[in-house]
């Protein structure tokens, strides 16, 4: 909605509310106003859109008013007969206008009530729109790929690992071997650095095969993207070609046209580049991360079949994605992928049953939104109950408003306004508390959407994006006419049809003070908040059992760092190992730091794979094949990062490349492998490579996620992996512990890298406090809402009660003071009243858990440790609700106990 | 009528009228000269805007030009322009406003208000 044209049908409506000889005089000079003014510079973009409307809503209430003044005639209502005579559409208009100045006028004067009425709606409709714009940017806007809907992502699962990356001969099996795909593209992510010594900078890095653009349907920003040539000779040209981020190329160098053909030094080298990615292109993986891929260098896959497929289909260490053929459906496709990999097992014998290899495909909006979509449906329907419990509240303050106007309707009917005539007048009365409660809604969920931003939940995608535009301001207008029909259509329909004669009389009669509707209303609202509470004591609780799980070490005053070194200026292991122990020896010579150590994988910061083993003694005919997840540390990390040494040593320097190798394995190694058994002493070895000898055994740590399992996990000493492996290890992250305030550390520690080498980048710095808390971001942040939302609710619908019980006691009072008269005594009076409050709450809370036991299987994905029907959530709830309305209904109560009987009666 | 009879001029009537006194003016022009005028203080949404020329036109104040510019080609737009009631009443607001600064400003200034 960025022009008039989108949005002036809309203006159009608000029009017709206006009275008629003012519209038809200025109509069409109204519109034209409404377009310029639509163009203004001030109302552009999301928060332009709120203003704008904003403007026009407070505008258009002014003129409703002062257009009818102007009128010269017509002041306050008419008598009925007086409008509308001509019967047509106009005429109507007309009339519906007259009750809009009406309504304005009524509600101003009760201003106690507009109050209540307005703030309620606001907090549902507000709550709504903030909750809707986040649904609608995160999971309703496309993905900014050409038509998303062929594009699948392919992962592999094996036992232990869900859902994990592809390998290379896998790609060309599904390349070669399918008909489902007009083309596949596959990618890997490494850590680079921009190496320029003036301003080094780490960064994420993808070698991605040249078709990935074409397979995603994306269009450069600047530049091109790779050929085939490019990719097949990376190694051998002079300059690599490479493609940067449209992010990066603002960040680093502030946009500037002459980027492309321009060489920079990346990992110690320079690359020339050629092109630039359109502004907020992602990879499929990278929605929800915090990193980005900043830099794209070409990947040469051949396109052709291997001619030997490997047992366990190679190294697994990429992501696939797809665009599918025109006839193709996700599913065609996946039992495509599936029939190649049986026929890789069957000419092969590829992937052995025991190791449980299946290939998995999304589609590539599944795959990115899949794992929050329930958390967001949880939250609108959070919000919509919200909502609901919010309408019955302003249905009972009309419903009572209702009986105190009853003269008024009586007066009007006996001056012959029919009962249609009654009923649209007070539905627009609802309709002017549903506008005013929007206009107020709108605004709190501006703020609504800047708190969830700030609670962002972390893998949550496009957060940023989020902004309340025209589409969830339609939605607003759209809640608002609804929410005034539910709310209104009850009173006004109830108010009309009390009868002329029994209220011109007037006089307050001795009875029940109305307990039908006023009472379903109640119990429909207890039983909304009730399930609503249900849920957040259900996320409570996920939440207790999350935050309540060891991971296994000891995150307080340690903070890390990741320092990757490139391999032109440390060509070899030696040359790695000199640098990250001489750099150790120095942030240990830092005040305030107790110990540091480096190793390959932080845990719960980033995910890890495993290795295939050979293992003493373990029988591979027997059991299926042996892998651990692999490490490499150096001397002092267990103690510095807090897992305890279970047996054994931990590594020194000594273990250098010269020495024997030696390895450190977990406890679920040992339980795995050598059951009952002493590990220390016996060997392994890493896939064909030397034996390693096991010194000692640490402490089990949770790695992939706090709730994931805990796998055979082992470590070896930076020093040796290169007599292990042949590897360089140039990516290590950095783990301090200091004695006070470990965020002192960060600082000084930067200084010592950019003192060892100035051209080096540091990033992911932070404290591993920091790294546990994002761990449990997503239910922290579920948590708050539901909290939030269904503190509102249990609000609401106390207030409800409390407002039904207090009216009932006041419709009773002359009843109340004559059986005081009588002799009854405060107890009797306050049970009376007690009892029909408690037969409401006791009937709406069990409602409330019914509708909890049918909706806790939707909350089942959601929830960790906890069942969603766990007894102990429903008791406590249950308990907590039935005290709080209780409380409401017995305030009032003793009001009634204290009637003093003479004024009672006395009373008109 | 006297021009008396209409004052004080509200806030929007008055803007109104100073943006016509220098020439016919369409409603969208009066809009954006009001806003110039008064520093952006004044805003004026289509209704309000058309409400208040409603009410100078009806209290004589105003009224529709019988020509117009020759450069606009968009023959539906309407020009207002000021009447001589208008004028002398737009006149005798200032008068009056003056009046009121000048007792304010000597009551600020400390001078003993009478």
Redesign the interface.
Known sequence: MTTGGGSEWVYRLLLRGLPRHFRARFGPDLLEVFREQRREPEYRGGVGSVRFWRDIGVDWLKTMVAARRSAGGVRGWSSPREVGVDGTWEGTMDEIGRDFAFAVRGLWRAPGFAAVAVVTLALGIGSNAAIFGVVKSVLMEPLPYGEPDEVVTIWSSWTGFPKTWVSENEYRLYLTGTRSFEDLAIWNENDVTFTDPERPERVLGAGVTPNLVEVLGVDMAAGRFFTEEEAMRADSLPTEAIVVSYEAWQRRWAGAPSLVGRSVEMNGRLRQVIGVLPEGFRLPTQFGSFQVADVFYPRYVPRSMVESFPEGGGSHGSFVVGRLVANATPESARSDIEAAIDRVRSDFGAYPPERAFAPLLFTVQDDVFGAIRPALVALLAAVGFVLLIACANVANLLLARGDERAGEFAVRTALGAGRKRLVRQLLVESLVLAVVGGLGGVALAVGGVELFKSLNPGNLPRIDAVELDGGVLLFVVAVTVGTAFLFGILPALGAARSGLHDRMGGRGEVGSGRPGWQGALVVTELALAVALVVGAGLMARTFDELTSIEPGFEAGRTVTMAVSLPTTRYPDAAASVDFYRELLRRVEELPGVESASAIRSLPLASQIGDWGLDVEGYDESVHPRAAGDWQIASPGYFATIGIPMVDGRDFTWSDDAEARSVGIVNEAFVRRYWPDQNPIGRTFAMGGGPETTVVGVAGDVRHNGLTAEIKPKFYIPVTQWSVVTGGNPTSMKIVARAQGEPAALLSPARSVVRDLDPSLAVAEVYTIDEVLTAAVAQPRFLVTLMGVFSGIALLLAVVGVYGVVSYGVRKRVREIGIRIALGAGQNEVVSLMLRRGTTMIVMGVAAGLALSLLMGRFLGSLLYGVTPTDPMTYALVSCTCVGVAILATWVPSRRAARVDPIRALKMD | MAARNVLPLSRSLLHLLLALQEGQRH??AV?KRVEELSNGVV?????????T???AE?QGLIRESAERPEDDDQS???YYELTDFGRDALASEVDRLGHFVDVARTALSGAPAK
């Open positions: 409603g969208y809009k805003k004026m949404g289509p209704g309000t805007l058309y409400t020329i409603q009410r009806e539906q737009r309407r």
